[in-house]
């Protein structure tokens, strides 16, 4: 926003707490006058360090240009930080998705979710960012010069990559979703074929046993002395003898 011999901007800032991992934002405002800027901030703590240690120098770059130049490196080391934070979530989500192939746990989910949430809060952030930027490059005053236009354009690059980033993360993290509500099927249907082939196994056993208990007086293996054990025999080789069909074709 440009009020008469000044520019006045307004951006957010974002710290990682590696910690927590959780994101702090920050909002950050920027006037720019035709000899001074000023800078404020809601918190204590900031991206801006490696600004000071370049303007301690007499002979940087910082030094030596105008305010719009100290301006950009504000705003570009705004973004260098969304670079860094995005850096770490992508060696997170790698991380996660070895675990989601290996043993994927009702814990996985909640740190998808929680992941997506970032990403959006990410992109609420750095979207606004690209119009600012935008309309830095089109604003008619002094106060921009030519050279700073073509830092301009280049951080306004920056803010699309990290963008992009943005949305590749997001896609990957529903991805990952629908990879671990897979996982959790073919888990079930593992365990329900399992299931489905001891119950196949026990139902004819189930009968044999079924035709004995019912204790007619005319059943001529009930008085067989060997009868118990040839019923008991017959029943564990039916048993094997159906588990090794199971097995012959790949249902086990």
């Known amino acids: ?28 405002s920027i006037i720019i006058g035709p000899r001074y800027i000023l800078s404020f901030q809601e918190r204590e703590g900031d991206v801006f360090d490696p600004l000071r240690e ?9 030094r030596k240009n105008g305010v719009d130049y100290l301006a950009y490196g504000l705003i570009d080391a705004v973004i260098d930080n969304y670079f860094l934070i995005l850096e770490h979530f992508g060696e997170k989500i790698e991380d996660l998705e070895d675990e989601l192939v290996r043993n994927p746990a009702p814990g996985t989910l909640k740190i998808i979710q929680k992941y997506k949430r970032d990403m959006i809060l990410l992109r609420k952030s750095v979207w ?45 993290l529903s991805s990952m979703v629908d990879v671990y509500l897979s996982s959790l099927s073919n888990r079930m249907n593992d365990i329900m074929k399992v299931l489905t082939i001891i119950a ?16 007619f007086d ?35």
Not at 141 to 153: A, K, N, P, V
Not at 200 to 207: G, K, N, Q, S
Not at 224 to 252: C, D, N
Request: net charge neutral; proline share 4%.
């Open 1 to 28: 926003m440009c009020i008469r011999d000044s520019i006045y901007t307004v951006l957010k800032m974002m710290l990682l707490d590696t910690k927590t991992e959780e994101i702090v934002i920050d909002q950050v």
């Open 54 to 62: 370049r303007l301690k120098n007499p002979a940087s770059r910082l």
């Open 128 to 172: 606004p960012l690209r119009e600012l930027i935008s309309g830095l490059q089109k604003v008619e005053s002094e106060l921009i010069t030519e050279t700073t236009q073509i830092y301009l354009r280049d951080i306004y690059d920056h803010t699309i990559q990290v963008i992009d980033s943005i949305e590749t993360f997001r896609d990957i």
């Open 200 to 215: 196949t196994i026990f139902i004819p056993l189930t009968f044999v046993a079924g035709v004995y208990g019912m204790n």
């Open 218 to 252: 005319y059943m001529p293996e009930l008085r067989w002395r060997w009868g118990y054990p040839a019923v008991m025999l017959s029943m564990t080789l039916l048993g094997i003898s159906m588990f090794l069909y199971f097995k012959k074709r790949r249902w086990v």
